[in-house]
């Protein structure tokens, strides 16, 4: 039997030990493994209780089981639910048990969600904000997810894709016609119209960058500066935890620390590096080396220093902020320096980190702007979104000649277009689009 038709099962639930553990089996033999663990089927979508038994009638837990039949299940296949004790012994046994049923097996990795959008259950873009949303550390993150699993971009782009379906047939339908000029320019000239109304909303998409893709992977934020000024103990308390070695030896950190915070729902990343200076330690100028590398590479850093020494040795084009430390030892420096922002702090006895921190809050607000209005969420969206708008637009240079030259063109780009948003959607069929074209236009011929 082909692995795509198997039976497959997995711990669905966090990992053991647990109070409970779900285990979620998809496939034709879903009943069959509830048949032969607990000796019935239950009322669908309904909590029943039995005692799970291995082949041997061996007794292996005390469970509550659901059964949802296909097609109305998460995978659109037979599906049955164990929410057994979340012991490794238990499931051990379980699965052990399941495996012994023929044609079923333990799940791959997304294997579930797989079947779920072969099924039609979910299309790509819903897939991917699935996968966003288990994976989701903060506030905002979650929200984003939960919309893109709502499909809010993949309704967008059905919409889209079923409209250019109908102006390409259009199209097709005045190449049909292209001896008769006028029935022709009558076809094209609207479905022309469409497609640029089309173009129009697709680049507002576009252009409301919001960064929402960033807020998948998070904001970067590297602390640097020269040597011993507190860099790590600036991270150390950004973090409430010893995350970074703290010593008043010059070169203590070498590698590049980051912790991931949560500041006000976004996600952030502070990295803490080597003291930035010449050294002839091989180690340390490494260190220093990737130092100034995540420096430039990060989208704010803070400068740290505890002198008057300005901001020798920084790199790069992200916008910076001077945060001079130490001020706890009386006055610190007051030199002038070229960063955009100027903070003083004591990362020792915690003075002015509170205005650092709320800096930081508006800074992530500013950066990731209204997220809410982003409906990409990715650069394989983007990237497709992108190919739509460009071969929607080529369709409308085309010159159209007078004896229905470049129509063929035209249908052309539109089909290309058609054919990213599908991936986009994660369909792509040919079949569609003749289908539609074949349907409504096929007059008499
Ligand atoms: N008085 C005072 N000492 C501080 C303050 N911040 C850090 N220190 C001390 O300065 C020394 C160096 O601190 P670190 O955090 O290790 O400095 P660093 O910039 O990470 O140093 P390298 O990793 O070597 O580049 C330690 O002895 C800290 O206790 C502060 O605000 N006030
Ligand atoms: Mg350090």
Redesign the pocket.
């Known amino acids: 039997m082909h692995p795509r038709e198997q039976t497959i099962f997995a711990l669905s639930s966090g990992r053991p030990p647990s109070a409970i553990a779900i285990v979620r089996v998809s496939g034709p033999k879903a009943g069959v493994a509830l048949e032969k663990l607990a000796g019935k089927i239950p009322f669908p979508r309904t909590a029943t209780r039995a005692l799970i038994c291995d082949g041997k009638g061996q007794a292996i837990d005390d469970a509550i089981m659901l059964w949802f039949p296909g097609p109305a299940s998460a995978t659109g296949e037979d599906v049955a639910e164990f929410h057994i004790h979340g012991g490794r012994a238990v499931l051990a046994s379980l699965f052990a048990a399941l495996s012994a049923i023929e044609d079923v097996r333990a799940a791959e990795p997304g294997e579930f969600t797989r079947r779920a959008f072969e099924n039609g259950k979910l299309d790509l873009t819903e897939a991917e904000g699935l996968d966003d949303l288990i994976h989701a550390d903060t506030d905002r993150q979650r929200r984003q997810a939960l919309r893109q699993l709502k499909g809010l971009l993949g309704d967008r782009a059905r919409d889209w894709r079923r409209e250019i379906i109908d102006a390409s047939a259009l199209i097709e339908a005045g190449i049909d016609f292209s001896d008769e000029g006028d029935v022709s320019s009558e076809l094209i000239a609207p479905a022309l119209g469409r497609v640029k109304a089309l173009l129009g909303e697709i680049k507002e998409v576009l252009a409301a960058e919001g960064k929402a893709e960033r807020l998948r992977d998070g904001l970067i934020v590297a602390i640097a500066?020269?040597?011993?000024?507190?860099?790590?103990?600036?991270?150390?308390q950004l973090a409430r935890r010893e995350v970074?070695?703290?010593?008043?030896?010059?070169?203590?950190?070498r590698d590049i620390i980051e912790v991931q915070l949560d500041l006000d729902g976004y996600p952030v990343t502070v990295i803490?590096t080597?003291?930035i200076r010449e050294t002839d330690d091989p180690v340390e100028q490494e260190g220093v080396r990737r130092a100034r590398w995540r420096a430039a590479e990060a989208d704010l850093v803070l400068w740290?220093t505890?002198a008057d020494d300005g901001m020798k040795g920084h790199q790069g084009s992200a916008p910076i902020w001077l945060v001079r430390?130490?001020?706890?030892?009386g006055d610190a420096a007051n030199g002038k320096a070229n960063a955009a922002r100027e903070f003083r702090?004591?990362?020792?006895?915690g003075d002015g980190l509170a205005d650092l921190v709320e800096a930081l809050v508006h800074f992530a607000q500013d950066f990731f702007g209204s997220v809410e209005a982003g409906l990409i969420t990715r650069e394989r969206q983007r990237r497709l979104l992108g190919d739509t708008a460009a071969a929607l637009e080529r369709s409308l240079d085309v010159n159209l000649g007078a004896a229905g030259q470049g129509d063929e063109l035209v249908a052309e780009d539109l089909r290309s277009a058609v054919y990213c948003l599908g991936r986009l959607l994660g369909r792509v069929d040919v079949e569609d689009i003749l289908d539609v074209i074949f349907r409504d236009f096929c007059i008499g011929k």
Do not use: E, F, Q, W
Not at 244 to 253: F, K, L, N
Not at 325 to 329: E, P, S, T, V
Not at 345 to 349: C, L
């Open positions: 500066g020269p040597p011993n000024v507190g860099k790590s103990t600036l991270m150390n970074a070695i703290v010593s008043p030896h010059a070169g203590t950190t803490d080597a003291g740290l505890d430390n130490k001020i706890d030892l702090i004591s990362a020792v006895r």
